[in-house]
């Protein structure tokens, strides 16, 4: 006996070109947080210096957040009827997290997290907005995830005004 579709929400046959468009935004916003894992990896490493460590701490912190958002993005990835890509489609983006020439330079480090957190902040809205009206359980999830974003965004944003206030940024 063949499965009853659903009639009504993303899951219906009549939604196949917003579930599609969808997965394709998913799909793009794991890569995201795949990347940024890696980015936050090597910069929880290479940092020297006594006031490195906070940084090195708050790292280490969003590592374990940023892996749970690319879960959640793969997850709801096949609860649409996708498939989570393997690593050969991988391209990398994120040129402002590479390390720097010395590691001592923390607010280089300060600004790439900044500007990886924007990033994510910027994408996440459009598909907030994208999935507003068809779907829900998308629009929940990408909500809470922002918030996670908007977090460590501030945090680090607060790092730099130390810096800013001494000088240094
Ligand atoms: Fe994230
Ligand atoms: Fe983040």
């Known amino acids: 006996m063949a499965t009853r579709a659903s009639s009504r929400g993303i899951l219906a046959e009549a939604s196949s070109n917003d579930r599609e468009e969808i997965v394709g935004m998913l799909t793009r916003a794991y890569w995201m947080e795949v990347e940024t894992v890696i980015s936050y990896l090597a910069n929880s490493i290479n940092p020297d210096g006594v006031r490195a460590q906070e940084i090195i701490e708050s790292l280490k912190a969003d590592i374990e957040d940023e892996l749970g958002h690319a879960r959640q993005y793969g997850e709801r990835i096949k ?7 393997g690593s050969l489609e991988f391209t990398a983006e994120q040129s402002y997290l590479q390390p720097p020439e010395h590691q001592t330079d923390i607010v280089h480090v300060i600004k790439g997290v900044i500007e ?5 902040i ?3 809205n459009e ?7 068809v779907d829900p359980v998308t629009n929940d999830m990408v909500i809470a995830i922002l918030r996670d974003e908007e977090g460590h ?5 607060g790092f730099l005004r130390e810096y800013e206030a001494e000088g240094k940024a």
């Open 153 to 157: 965004r501030r945090l680090f944003e």
């Open 122 to 124: 910027d994408f996440y």
């Open 116 to 120: 990886a957190e924007t990033g994510a």
């Open 79 to 85: 609860d649409l009827y996708g498939v989570v890509p």
């Open 127 to 133: 598909i907030i907005e994208r999935t507003e009206e």
